[in-house]
Antibody, heavy 127, light 109 residues
Framework: EVQLLESGGGLVQPGGSLILSCAGSGFTFTSYAMSWVRQAPGKGLEWVSA????????YYAESVKGRFIISRDNSRNTLYLQMNSLGAEDTAVYYCAKDVSNYDFWSGYYLGSFDYWGQGTLVTVSS | IVLTQSPGTLSLSPGERATLSCRAS???????LAWYQQKFGQAPRLLIY???SRATGIPDRFSGSGSGTDFTLIISRLEPEDFAVYYCQQYGSSPPTWTFGLGTKVEIK
C-alpha cells in the first residue's frame, strides 16, 4: 500500500524557516518524481515545487522561488521542503504528492498528474 | 496557462448527472489534463488523468473528455459520496509547471 506521511508543520513567525518532510513507502520511491502542493485555508490547490526521481531537477512556483528548496534522500525514501523567509501568504496545508507515472518530466511518457497524496501538514505563519 | 472551472457550484440531487467544465487559456495536451476530487478535511484524490483515463479504483460513473482548451468531467449518476469539490489540473512542460483550477463544488440540492 502506497503511503506518504508528511511531518514538520507548525507555527512559525513571519520571516522564519521550517523544514517539511514526507516519508514514502509501498512503492519504489527512487523511480518517481515528487511534488509539494499547498492549500491555504478555504482556498484551492496550488502547486509549490517538484523534483525529478534522481533529485537533480527541482522546479518551483514563482510564488516560492528563491525562498523554498525541495530535495530528496532516496536512501531514506524521504522528500523535503525547506521553507525560508516565510510570510502570512505561506500559511497552508502542505501535501506531498507522488507522480502517477514513473517517467521524469522530460520523458514523452510523462503524464503530469499525482496519484497519491499525503494527509497534509499545516504550516501557520503568524506572530 | 490559466484553468477556469465552471460552474463554481453545482447543486444536484443524488442520481442526477453532473457536468463539470474546465477551460484552459491556451491549448493543453490531453496527456497532461487531470481531475481530482477533494472532500472536506481530506487530501485530493486523482480521478482522471490524460483527460480520459480513470485512475485505479475509480468507478466508471466518472468519465473525462475533451481536448485543446475545453475539458469535461461527467459524473453519470451522483452517489451520496460524490458531493465534494472537484479540481482540474494541467502540466506545462516549458518549464515544468503544474496548474490547478479554482474548483467546482458539487453540493446536495
Amino acid at each position: 500500500e502506497v503511503q506518504l506521511l508528511e511531518s514538520g508543520g507548525g507555527l512559525v513567525q513571519p520571516g522564519g524557516s521550517l523544514i517539511l518532510s514526507c516519508a514514502g513507502s509501498g512503492f519504489t520511491f527512487t523511480s518517481y518524481a515528487m511534488s509539494w502542493v499547498r492549500q491555504a485555508p478555504g482556498k484551492g490547490l496550488e502547486w509549490v515545487s517538484a523534483i525529478s526521481s534522481s533529485g537533480g531537477s527541482p522546479y518551483y512556483a514563482e510564488s516560492v522561488k528563491g525562498r523554498f528548496i525541495i530535495s530528496r534522500d532516496n536512501s531514506r525514501n524521504t522528500l523535503y521542503l525547506q521553507m525560508n523567509s516565510l510570510g502570512a501568504e505561506d500559511t497552508a496545508v502542505y501535501y506531498c504528492a507522488k507522480d502517477v507515472s514513473n517517467y521524469d518530466f522530460w520523458s514523452g511518457y510523462y503524464l503530469g498528474s499525482f496519484d497519491y497524496w499525503g494527509q497534509g501538514t499545516l504550516v501557520t505563519v503568524s506572530s | 496557462i490559466v484553468l477556469t472551472q465552471s460552474p463554481g457550484t453545482l447543486s444536484l440531487s443524488p442520481g442526477e448527472r453532473a457536468t463539470l467544465s474546465c477551460r484552459a487559456s491556451q491549448s493543453v495536451s490531453s496527456s497532461y489534463l487531470a481531475w481530482y476530487q477533494q472532500k472536506f478535511g481530506q487530501a485530493p484524490r486523482l480521478l482522471i488523468y490524460g483527460a480520459s483515463s480513470r485512475a485505479t479504483g475509480i468507478p466508471d460513473r466518472f468519465s473525462g473528455s475533451g481536448s485543446g482548451t475545453d475539458f469535461t468531467l461527467i459524473i453519470s449518476r451522483l452517489e451520496p459520496e460524490d458531493f465534494a469539490v472537484y479540481y482540474c489540473q494541467q502540466y506545462g512542460s516549458s518549464p515544468p509547471t503544474w496548474t490547478f483550477g479554482l474548483g467546482t463544488k458539487v453540493e446536495i440540492k
